[in-house]
Every structure is written in structure tokens, then in C-alpha cells.
């Protein structure tokens, strides 16, 4: 790959984990003058279990904490069971500047406690993994896998049946 690339693939690399690690802060921090504004008026068992949001969904929130010139895809999950919350994706392709394109993989793990309409977040965990990586069509090679300690925090949610918001 030609040496102009080099700094347009660690701009892709960068833009990616900024986009990632967004999305993890945004469940995991949220300040206490949201927690005040959405009281919740449910149980924390219904947290329990394994949700997916929709790629649209995971567009828009991520759009909304980092705009700019780039397309995320990915169905987020999130998993609780009675202490431990995953988060994260199997799959996303993240298209940049440049006809750029990331894909692969990312996780989190948390410990956590919940109130009712409150979720306390431990410090944790979260992971990339880059499967494929591009620049303007010309394949480059993946970095290695990012590993990265997430802040824990405050957040709101409510629960009724089959939906979950936060």
C-alpha cells in the first residue's frame, strides 16, 4: 500500500474506536440531571436477559453522539444477568472518509447494580477487533485487536415487555 495511506488508515482506525468507545460511554455515563429527568418505574429483574437494539437504532444514537461524515452498521446487543452486563456487537462495518471501511467486532463487561430505573455501572472492559480494512477500494492489513478500560457510570431506563429504554 502506498505510504499516502498510511495516515488515512490510522484516521480510519481512530475514527472507529472513537465511534465505539461513544457508544459504550453513552450507556455507561450519563449525568445526574438525566437520571433525575427519566425516573424509571421498573423493576430491575426486567433488565434481566438478552436485548437487541436495530441497526436503525444504533445509527441514530450514534449519529447523535458523534456526527460527522461516516455510516455505522450494527445491531447492538446488550446482556444482563444478575451482576454482569455484555454490550456490544458481532458484527459492524464502519464506511469513512475517504471510501474507508473497518469491520469487525466489540465487546464490553461490566459489573453492575440496578435500582429501580437506575443502572450503576462498574468500571469495565471493552474490545475491538478489525476483521477487514480499506482505504479508496485498497485492502490494508487489520490492526491488531484495541483493548480499552471503560469508566462506569449512572443511567436511567425503563422497561415494559419487549422494550428497553435508556
Excluded: N
Excluded at 495511506?5 to 481512530?14: C, I
Excluded at 418505574?41 to 447523535?64: F, N, Q, Y
Excluded at 461524515?69 to 447492538?76: R, V
Amino acid at each position: 500500500m502506498p505510504a499516502t495511506r498510511t495516515p488515512l488508515l490510522a484516521t480510519l482506525v481512530s475514527s472507529v474506536i472513537v465511534v465505539v468507545l461513544a457508544c459504550v460511554l453513552w450507556l455507561a455515563v450519563a449525568s445526574r440531571a438525566e437520571a433525575a429527568a427519566l425516573p424509571g418505574r421498573d423493576s430491575p429483574a426486567c433488565l434481566r436477559g438478552h436485548w437487541i437494539s436495530t441497526v436503525a437504532e444504533s445509527r441514530r444514537v450514534l449519529k447523535s453522539l458523534v456526527p460527522g461524515p461516516y455510516d455505522f452498521k450494527a445491531k447492538l446487543y446488550m446482556i444482563f444477568d444478575r451482576t454482569t452486563f455484555a454490550y456490544g456487537t458481532s458484527s459492524f462495518v464502519f464506511r469513512g472518509p475517504a471510501d474507508s471501511v473497518a469491520k469487525g467486532s466489540f465487546s464490553t463487561l461490566h459489573g453492575y447494580t440496578a435500582r429501580t430505573g437506575r443502572i450503576t455501572l462498574a468500571a469495565g472492559d471493552a474490545h475491538i477487533i478489525f476483521d477487514e480494512f480499506s482505504v479508496a477500494g485498497q485492502a490494508g492489513t487489520p490492526p491488531p485487536p484495541q483493548s480499552y478500560a471503560v469508566p462506569g457510570g449512572l443511567t436511567p431506563f425503563q422497561c415494559r415487555g419487549s422494550v428497553l429504554k435508556y
